[in-house]
């Protein structure tokens, strides 16, 4: 018992004399440094890289790869924003300070599917002229998603702002949309997409 107690001590003389030693300022600072260069590599070699496609082969697919330059040149994300968790808490954080009502509104358009199923296509009201050679945005939500979240409302402003004709388009069973057929939602499916060119 009499060397446990000993052995304690020590310990506790030790974790003593280790928090004197990390609680000097330059011991801080050095650290902090540390991190941040750590942090700043990580960004540089792990998160800035050129993106991987994983698409499945078609005329439209490789036409919009082809003259899509965003999609080869290297993904820089903000470098305080560095990853999904970051931004998502960042997100809710900045929901705490931002109007909930942008006052769009909408006309919603339902496009039937050739297996039974609809989608569902909302086309913002924007005080913008229209024209025939007006190009298209087509915004997908996330998934819980749709017209009412702040982040889809500030995207339909911006490019609307930006001369473009913004629409929203709506998956199957998301946003409000009936689920008519027991399927789910996929994001992948461009024959879905393509069901809704009007």
């Not at 998502?88 to 954080?93: G, I, K, N, Y």
């Not at 006309?107 to 297996?115: E, I, M, S």
């Not at 004709?165 to 024959?191: A, I, Q, Y």
Request: net charge positive; hydrophobic share 40%.
């Amino acid at each position: 018992m009499k060397d446990y107690c000993q052995y304690v001590c020590a310990a506790f003389d030790m974790s003593s004399s280790a928090l004197a030693f990390l609680s000097q300022p330059r011991v801080i600072c050095a650290i902090v440094i540390l991190v941040i260069t750590a942090y700043i590599l990580h960004y540089l070699l792990v998160k800035c890289a050129s993106l991987t496609l994983h698409y499945t082969h078609s005329e439209l697919n490789d036409f919009i790869i082809s003259n899509t330059k965003e999609l080869h040149a290297v993904y820089r994300p903000t470098i305080y924003l560095a990853n999904g968790n970051l931004q998502t808490a960042f997100s809710s954080f900045m929901d705490l300070f931002s109007p909930k009502d942008l006052g769009i509104e909408y006309k919603r358009q339902l496009v039937p599917l050739p297996d039974g199923g609809q989608m569902s296509i909302d086309w913002p009201v924007v005080s913008v002229h229209v024209g025939a050679a007006t190009p298209i945005v087509a915004i997908f939500s996330g998934l819980t998603g749709g017209r009412d979240d702040q982040y889809v409302a500030l995207l339909v402003r911006s490019a609307a702002r930006k001369g473009y004709k913004p629409v929203l388009v709506n998956h199957r069973g998301c946003s409000h949309t009936p689920l008519l057929v027991r399927l789910k939602c996929d994001r992948v499916d461009t024959e879905v997409l393509l069901c809704g060119q009007h």
